[in-house]
């Protein structure tokens, strides 16, 4: 049964930069068909998808977060991982990461998320 | 604010049937994309209802059904249940000049009465 499973900084200074890593288990991130998802949710409101990784490399994100935004992988350590550079308050989340099925477009599994709070 | 456009609650007694609605446009919904729904129970990660408009994912109860039609979708629930309290999201992609990207809707908070 694959596994996702987020850690990383709780706590960012504002101007900093955010970073998390998404360790999978139970399944190789290097499977055809999949790609590699981060998404976003601040307290109390919805979800918003931030990007996503193939195993290849290749990276899609958000336009909104593009500029800000690095997605990568580490197929050796079957994880991936997410950096947002010059975070706000309003980056205040909790973050997920998830697998995303490569023809139908649908997230499934995801990790069980991680808050970050952006605050000095 | 979200291109795909859900109410921000419902509510039904025990037993009865609710709808939520996805509304999209032509660069989403009703360009072709699938439309996904996930449950997100309070302190909990989202999970995946239905798929690809109409499908259940093994070990989700037939009380949970989708549809889709033109620039919109729906999510189903009968003989609703105390533990269905939860919020429901839909998700699709949007195609823009940028390329495609996914979309979520804003969220449906489901009270069960």
């Known amino acids: 049964q694959l596994q996702l499973q987020e850690s990383g900084s709780g706590l960012v200074k504002p101007s900093q930069t955010l970073s998390l890593t998404c360790a999978v288990s139970?399944?190789?991130?290097?499977?055809?068909?999949?790609?590699w998802s981060w998404i976003r949710q601040p307290p109390g409101k919805g979800l918003e998808w931030i990007g996503y990784?193939?195993?290849?490399?290749?990276?899609y994100y958000n336009p909104s977060l593009k500029s800000r935004v690095t997605i990568s992988v580490d197929r050796s350590k079957n994880q991936f991982s997410l950096k947002v550079n010059s975070v706000t308050a309003a980056d205040t989340a909790v973050y997920y990461c998830?697998?995303?099925?490569?023809?139908?477009?649908?997230?499934?599994?995801w990790g069980q998320g991680t808050l970050v709070t952006v605050s000095s | 604010q979200s291109v795909l456009t859900q109410p921000p609650s419902v509510s039904g007694a025990p037993g009865q049937r609710v709808t939520i609605s996805c509304t999209g446009s032509?660069?989403?919904?009703?360009?072709?994309?699938?439309v996904h729904w996930y449950q997100q129970l309070p302190g909990t990660a989202p999970k995946l209802l239905i798929y690809?408009?109409?499908n259940r994912p093994s070990g989700v109860p037939d009380r949970f059904s989708g549809s889709k039609s033109g620039t919109s979708a729906s999510l189903a629930i009968t003989g609703l249940q105390a533990e269905d309290e939860a919020d429901y999201y839909c998700?699709?992609?949007?195609?823009?000049?940028?390329?495609?990207?996914?979309?979520f809707g804003g969220g449906t908070k489901l009270t069960v009465l």
């Open positions: 998830a697998r995303e099925s490569y023809v139908l477009r649908f997230f499934d599994p």
């Open positions: 139970g399944g190789s991130i290097s499977s055809d068909g999949y790609s």
């Open positions: 990784i193939y195993h290849s490399g290749s990276t």
């Open positions: 032509s660069s989403n919904i009703g360009a072709g994309y699938d």
């Open positions: 690809g408009n109409s």
């Open positions: 998700q699709s992609y949007d195609s823009s000049l940028s390329g495609s990207h996914v979309l």
